[in-house]
Structure formats: C-alpha cells, structure tokens
C-alpha cells in the first residue's frame, strides 16, 4: 500500500481545526519564524562545518531572507509601528539563535526526517544539539514564535515527531559517537527569551503519533460553522479567550 507523505507543520495544522482540514485556508508562518528557520538551518551548517560567522554576517543573512518574504514586500501598507516591532523581533532571533548554536555543540546540522506511522510518512527537519553541562544529554531544536511566559508547556505533534524520530536516530550505529542516554525537544522561543524542554517515552510519542495519524486519514472533520465559535482550540483564535459552550441544567421533577 503507497504511504501518504505530509510535512510535521500541516499535520499540525491539520489537527488544529477543521477549517484546515478542508483545504478552505492555509496558514503561513509568521515571517520572523520563517527567516528564523532558515538562518538556522544556515548557521547550523556552519558551526558543525567548525566556520564561525560573526554577528554581521549572522543578521545579513537573516535579512536576505527577511527581504524576500510578502511582509517586507508590502512594507508600504503595514503600519509603521507594527512594522518596526517585526523588526526588532528579528534582531532579536539573531541573538537567539547565536546564543543557542554557541553555547551547545552540534551534533549534527539541521536535517530531513522521515517518520512513517501507520499509512503516512512525517517530514521535517531539524537540528541536534547538546548542552555543555549535560553531556550524555541531546536534544532536536525545535524553534518556536511569540509564547507567554505564565503558561505551562504544551508540546504540540512537531515535538512528539521529532522526540519519536531522534530516538531512532540516536540507535544509529553512525551516531553511536554521540554517546548520550537521554533525548528530548527544545522548544526554544526566537522573538522572546523563553525556552522549555519536552521529554517522553517511546511508547507514548509513538500513541499520540498513531492517534493523530488517525484522525488525519480517517472521516474528515464536518464542515467549518458555528460549532466553531465553541473549539477549544486557540489556533485560529490567539487572542480570544475561549470558553466552553453555556449549557443550562435543566430543574428536576420532585
């Protein structure tokens, strides 16, 4: 039977809402997390190569990238302050990802994955990386945009894919070398200083995994309506607050 390939983001937004699910809207990412993920993958190479780019060839990469997104593009029509706050959120990035890629070691640069669960096949990529305080410890970088700081981590089905393939990247006798008895997901914030991992075992990444596989090729979801002023989901809806739908509890007969 031919498998179903589909990138570890649209799973992602696939399982979010159905609005999604029914091809009616598709979501980009931010532009700041897009040219983010790109220097990354860049400086990434660089660093496992043993090259050190200095801060300036760091931030005229990232602005390459910047100038080439529909946001900068349209500059003309966006409001300047909100425009302006775009661009110190890229600075920061920089910073991040500087900080990051040198004070861990690399051991290997951003690259593909293909994580086949039941009747599909994940893709994506990212990078290993390792602490220098924790030395039998490793972790798949998995860059994030925005976030609050009072809320507990929520690891989405990006973090479970790529917690679920580094396990097997790490029983690969090229990566014996690695040495490390322990893995995780960084989630690690680009346009703020906030940074949380997530650790599971095998069997449970590899449950919500199947699970979400499931849902995606089983009966697709209803169609987008009212319903969907009452999902629990704050995907679609960031800045709402969403809350249960009223119910009334009707008086019982004496």
């Known amino acids: 039977m031919e498998k179903t390939f589909i990138g570890e983001k649209h799973l992602l937004y696939r399982l979010e809402c159905p609005l999604r699910a029914n091809g009616a809207s598709t979501v980009e990412a931010p532009p700041v997390l897009s040219c983010a993920e790109t220097t990354a ?4 190479a660089e660093r496992f190569n ?3 780019p200095s801060v300036g060839d760091t931030r005229a990469f990232f ?3 910047w100038q080439q997104t ?5 500059r003309d029509g966006i409001p300047r302050k909100q425009y302006e706050v775009r661009l110190r959120e890229g600075a920061r990035a920089c910073r991040r990802l500087r900080d990051i890629f040198w004070r861990c070691e690399i051991l290997q640069p951003a690259s593909s994955y293909r994580l086949p669960i039941g009747d599909m096949v994940i893709t994506g990529e990212y990078a290993v990386l390792r602490s220098s305080r924790r030395k039998r410890h490793a972790f798949a970088l998995y860059l994030r945009y925005q976030g609050v700081k009072l809320k507990r981590l929520v690891p989405d089905i990006v973090s479970f894919a790529r917690q679920l393939d580094l396990t097997y990247r790490r029983e690969d006798p090229a990566n014996r070398a ?3 008895q322990s893995i995780g997901v960084m989630h690690y914030w680009v346009s703020r200083d906030l940074s949380a991992e997530h650790q599971t075992d095998f069997g449970f990444a590899a449950d919500v995994l199947h699970g979400a596989v499931g849902v995606v090729t ?3 979801f209803p169609l987008p309506g009212d319903h969907c002023l009452s999902c629990p989901s704050r995907a ?5 607050l969403v809350r249960p739908p009223h119910t009334e509890t009707l008086p019982q007969k004496g």
């Open 41 to 44: 993958r860049w400086l990434s």
């Open 50 to 52: 043993g090259r050190t």
């Open 63 to 65: 602005d390459y990238e």
């Open 70 to 74: 529909a946001y900068c593009q349209s």
């Open 178 to 180: 690695w040495g490390i």
């Open 218 to 220: 089983g009966r697709p």
């Open 236 to 240: 679609c809806r960031p800045d709402d």
